[in-house]
């Protein structure tokens, strides 16, 4: 079966080119393909200094800002071992420059054997970590092969994974003998790796690492520092909308729409998931009679934003930048049927939190998030208008939401801890 999917990869190789080629255009970022081949240039090696690295692959731009304490915790516990991290999209590459603890950047190469065997031979990494679980057979067999250790942390599957991985077990059961040791959100997910093949003594159950994430609320001096950086008014009410998909914008600027209605300090702050949906997104904004400003173009637009104004991002690494100055914010991806984004981004600057019913991708996240006050959801969009509105007019409420998050964070973080117990051990054995 490893043979079938090295002949449908060798065929599916012309389209996953032009896809890359087509992203690269499409969005004016470098496609990388000598790094997808494998190819590791002078400028990533001269970084390790001839020392074996600790590999940590993030798939984007969730994967990467979760992993951020575990990277701190194995620069801590590891100093002797560089750390190179790498992701398979433009903006978890993005994220993954601006992390202090990493030495170094990559693009995860095609899972085509002489790509990841180029790869593990320049940078002859000590372990591998990956978050989540992105199970590749030919990278997984290459690291077997050279004995490098390999931990899947953070290890998730999805209802709609599952019944994937559970349909082709049998071959997906021999990819999970290389790996050494998976550390599992849940017990649900711990059960659901088992039975598709992974060996019941190399499972552990550590929580998630999501909810490591510190709580920074800043104070209202940093906040009004923050928002005169970025020519947001000083004391008006920041509604901001991060990750939405297109559909969800027009809901987010209804509501916005009567939130201008009910009061005229309201200031919306709208971040389209993919930055380069800016264009579309500023022109359904001026539908509304608002005026868009890019956030790439903030150096020349002024001091203030002036009434009817808005900002809209196109770039990426500022959106916790943004959550912290924000009074409320819509997580999108739950409006539409994508599966939501991670509330526990805004939630962790102690700001409140509305998402839609489209949450399968952060359930248990959403729920607790709920649970704690810390989050409303809505079903549909005249119930975020409603909730919008209701929140605006109920400051006491506002802040003992942001509180919320800061007791959900406290009572569930510990997963980096777990983590490091089962890398330890893993590295232990091969130093």
Same mark, same amino acid.
């Given at each position: 079966?490893?043979?079938?999917?090295?002949?449908?990869?060798?065929?599916?190789?012309?389209?996953?080119?032009?896809?890359?080629?087509? /992203?690269?255009?499409?969005?004016?970022?470098?496609?990388?393909?000598?790094? &997808?081949?494998?190819?590791?240039?002078?400028?990533?090696?001269?970084?390790?200094?001839? /020392?074996?690295?600790?590999?940590?692959?993030?798939?984007?731009?969730?994967?990467?800002?979760?992993?951020?304490?575990?990277?701190?915790?194995?620069?801590?516990?590891?100093?002797?071992?560089?750390?190179?991290?790498?992701?398979?999209?433009?903006?978890?590459?993005?994220?993954?420059?601006?992390?202090?603890? !990493?030495?170094?950047?990559?693009?995860?190469?095609?899972?085509?054997?002489?790509?990841?065997? &180029?790869?593990?031979?320049?940078?002859?990494?000590?372990?591998?970590?990956?978050?989540?679980?992105?199970?590749? %057979?030919?990278?997984? #067999?290459?690291?077997?092969?050279?004995?490098?250790?390999?931990?899947?942390?953070?290890?998730?599957?999805?209802?709609?994974?599952?019944?994937?991985?559970?349909?082709?077990?049998?071959?997906?059961? #021999?990819?999970?003998?290389?790996?050494? !040791?998976?550390?599992?959100?849940?017990?649900?997910?711990?059960? #659901?790796?088992?039975?598709?093949?992974?060996?019941?003594?190399?499972?552990? @159950?550590?929580?998630?690492?999501?909810?490591?994430?510190?709580?920074? #609320?800043?104070?209202?001096?940093?906040?009004?520092?923050?928002?005169?950086?970025?020519?947001?008014?000083?004391? +008006?009410?920041?509604?901001?909308?991060?990750?939405?998909?297109?559909?969800?914008?027009?809901? @987010?600027?209804?509501?916005?729409?009567?939130?201008?209605?009910?009061?005229?300090?309201?200031?919306?702050?709208?971040?389209?998931?993919?930055?380069? &949906?800016?264009?579309?997104?500023?022109?359904?904004?001026?539908?509304?009679?608002?005026? %868009?400003?890019?956030?790439?173009?903030?150096?020349?637009?002024?001091?203030?934003?002036?009434?009817?104004?808005?900002?809209?991002?196109?770039?990426?690494?500022?959106?916790?930048?943004?959550?912290?100055?924000?009074?409320?914010?819509?997580?999108?991806?739950?409006?539409?049927?994508? +599966?939501?984004?991670?509330?526990?981004?805004?939630?962790?600057?102690?700001? %409140?939190?509305?998402? +839609?019913?489209?949450?399968?991708?952060?359930?248990?996240?959403? !729920?607790?998030?709920?649970?704690?006050?810390? !989050?409303?959801?809505?079903?549909? %969009?005249?119930?975020?208008?409603?909730?919008?509105?209701?929140?605006?007019?109920?400051?006491?409420?506002?802040?003992?939401?942001?509180?919320? +998050?800061?007791?959900?964070?406290?009572?569930?973080?510990?997963?980096?801890?777990?983590?490091?117990?089962?890398?330890?051990?893993?590295?232990?054995?091969?130093?």
């Amino acid at each position: 079966m490893l043979i079938l999917y090295d002949v449908i990869l060798w065929i599916l190789l012309p389209f996953i080119l032009v896809y890359h080629i087509y /992203r690269s255009f499409s969005r004016e970022r470098p496609a990388a393909l000598p790094q &997808r081949f494998g190819f590791v240039g002078t400028d990533v090696t001269d970084k390790l200094e001839g /020392r074996r690295p600790i590999w940590v692959h993030a798939v984007s731009v969730g994967e990467t800002v979760a992993v951020k304490p575990l990277l701190s915790a194995l620069k801590k516990s590891y100093p002797q071992h560089p750390l190179v991290i790498s992701n398979m999209t433009e903006t978890g590459r993005s994220i993954a420059l601006n992390i202090a603890d !990493a030495d170094a950047c990559i693009y995860f190469p095609f899972d085509f054997a002489f790509a990841v065997n &180029r790869l593990f031979s320049g940078l002859k990494p000590v372990l591998v970590v990956i978050v989540e679980t992105e199970l590749w %057979p030919n990278f997984l #067999r290459s690291a077997c092969s050279r004995s490098i250790p390999v931990v899947i942390v953070n290890g998730r599957i999805s209802d709609r994974s599952f019944r994937s991985y559970f349909r082709f077990r049998r071959f997906f059961g #021999r990819v999970l003998q290389y790996v050494g !040791a998976f550390c599992m959100q849940s017990d649900d997910d711990a059960n #659901r790796i088992i039975s598709i093949g992974a060996p019941s003594d190399k499972v552990s @159950v550590t929580r998630n690492l999501k909810y490591d994430v510190p709580f920074t #609320r800043i104070d209202l001096e940093e906040k009004k520092r923050t928002r005169q950086r970025f020519g947001i008014p000083e004391n +008006g009410f920041v509604f901001t909308a991060g990750s939405t998909h297109k559909g969800e914008d027009e809901y @987010v600027l209804s509501a916005y729409d009567s939130l201008r209605k009910s009061g005229d300090d309201a200031f919306l702050v709208l971040v389209p998931r993919h930055p380069e &949906r800016a264009g579309e997104v500023s022109a359904v904004s001026e539908k509304y009679g608002l005026k %868009p400003v890019l956030f790439s173009s903030l150096p020349n637009h002024g001091s203030l934003f002036e009434k009817d104004e808005i900002l809209v991002v196109d770039t990426v690494g500022v959106l916790l930048k943004l959550y912290a100055v924000s009074d409320l914010v819509f997580v999108g991806g739950s409006l539409v049927p994508v +599966g939501g984004h991670n509330p526990l981004e805004p939630a962790s600057c102690g700001v %409140p939190v509305i998402f +839609g019913p489209h949450m399968t991708n952060f359930r248990e996240i959403a !729920a607790l998030a709920v649970a704690y006050g810390a !989050a409303r959801e809505v079903r549909d %969009p005249e119930a975020l208008k409603m909730s919008v509105l209701d929140l605006y007019n109920n400051q006491e409420e506002r802040l003992g939401m942001g509180e919320g +998050g800061g007791r959900l964070l406290s009572a569930q973080a510990g997963s980096t801890g777990l983590n490091m117990v089962i890398i330890d051990r893993i590295l232990k054995g091969v130093q």
